[in-house]
């Protein structure tokens, strides 16, 4: 029993200060102190994730690996990765503390040259890459079928064609006509979708400080 | 082969094979592409150009190296046009993935190589402007929107020291910014949601005006934000980097050098970005008309 309502009680308590603090508090107040600190141990456990995060890709592509999954040679270079990245950003941080300088050079050198010279273009060229399939799919895939498509093809048009320099010295009015589409029906329909997302999470937010949602506890429902 | 099966069974290699040829070319032969200001951007440059010398903006680099070139650029005509006008810079970082990389990177691309440790403070493009002074670099700090609240309250406790591991104390900017209420403005150079939370949560609860320039992609979205006033600016993907930058190089000479003594910069990248925006815009024209052509055949055959 307490194993449930201990944590639910926390949870309540850690989602109740930042509100009240936000709505009824001025600095200096107790309260108000109380939320800054929780806001720093909030920073500190985010860095805590990290650490829990680094463990589950161990899990995951550790099994993996063992079960000869498919995929199990990329999540040894995947794994590779990991160590040897992680133990550069060690060696560096550790690197920095008195009477630690002899585990590396200061100045993050090895994982900044893996970072500049490795992760940096492929990146790049992952995201490069998209303006090849962004090619070929509104090719192949933007066709006026029906009327919803053939509005979305108009819209998209006019945008596209609406910021080419060239474009625009012909006809003159497309950008008057971008800037209507991106800050009218584009802004309302955007402003919907964030409106609604925030609802969302705010109704999520109210059910898990009330309890009502616990599968963060890792319960199922009615438990 | 009529030109309808031609444009309905083109091969796809074909096109990636356009696409490539004129993303490159341009790259090494600029076509210089005019470049229309918008509104949105506008706004920025004005705002920078009226504010008084040695005010503060903070600019938080909350991107990484797969938007580097669409962001890069907007960072790097910012900086510029702030040192230029005698502003001061705070820059910080939020984005985990290469965002304190990006920061470092531009920051030296603009204001030449700094080893603050060594004592070589002071910017070799921009004479006169000291590390600490002029600008900082608090490098990077984990937690989001956590970190953008506590900054609010104390920005010391946030980044204790720089990129460097020198106690903010030390540097005369860096100790008299505390808090948002000492800057004038900020400047979010943001792929993903980060851009967001400086527009609902930075302006939206503390009142500091926001900028943002983003990548093209996010742009949409985040004109919901500009036309809401929760920033007063919007640079949005390579077009506004580009738009930014035409303002910053037509009227500070010191910074058009700078800039077009890089490898890459904005307008070479809206020159490609242009181009292969038309291969585009004209294939799904070409595609558009081969497919009502076909249907207008199959009708006619029923």
Redesign the interface.
Known sequence: MLKKKIPVLLCFLAGLLPIIS?FFTSPGDGLREAN?TL??W??VV??FA?LLGVISVFQVNLRKISNRSKGWVNAIYLLASLVIMGAFGLMDAFS?MPGWGWVGTSGNTGF?WI??AI??PL??T??SLL??Y???A???A????NLEAGLL?AA??VV??G????V??VLPFL?EWT?WI??GP??AA??G??IGAALGAASMTLRILLGIERSWLGLQEGE | MNFMDWITNLDRRWLYLLVGVFAIVPLIFPLGMPVNVSPAVQSLYDHVEGMNPGEIIMVSMDYGPSTGPENDPMACALIRHALSRDLRIVMLALYPIGGVNEGIQELQRCVGDLDPPNGVLESTKFPGKIYGKDFVYLGYKDGGLATMRQMNENIHEVFPSDYWQTPVTEYELSNEVQGYDDVNFAFSVATGIIGEWWANTVNAQFGLPVAVGCTAVSAPKYFAYYNAGQMFALLGGLKGAAEYERLVLDNYPQAKADTEEQVFYAAKGWDVQSVVYSIITIFIILGNVAYLLERRRTRMQL
Request: glycine share 2%; net charge positive; proline share 4%.
């Open positions: 936000f800054d806001e720093q909030l920073v985010s860095g990290l920095e900044n970072f500049d992760f940096q990146q790049s992952m995201f303006a090849f962004v090619a070929s509104a090719f192949r933007f066709r006026a079928r093809l998209a048009m596209m064609l910021i080419n320099p060239y625009v010295k950008p800037r991106m800050n584009n802004a955007q402003r979708i964030i």
